[in-house]
């Protein structure tokens, strides 16, 4: 895994994060919604052979969950 992943899976102050069979979600915390949303873009953005990221919205235009699906080597 990536430095990036690694460091996803620590979390932050804007989210949380649980770990399930494919991957890992992360999770909005609330209060955070600008700076969660903004980890939700890099997340996607530096998806690819590593991994895959599917969004969920919060219905305001911006995410409150991000489900990360690690791809097998």
Known sequence: MTTFIYTLLKGGPAFTVEAVESGF???RVEGHDSGFNDI????MNNSGSEY???????GRGGYD?????????
Do not use: Q
């Open 65 to 73: 969950c991000v489900h990360v699906i690690l791809h097998e080597r």
């Open 52 to 58: 895959s990221a599917f969004p969920r919205s919060d």
């Open 40 to 43: 939700a873009r890099a997340v």
């Open 25 to 27: 979600l992360i999770h």
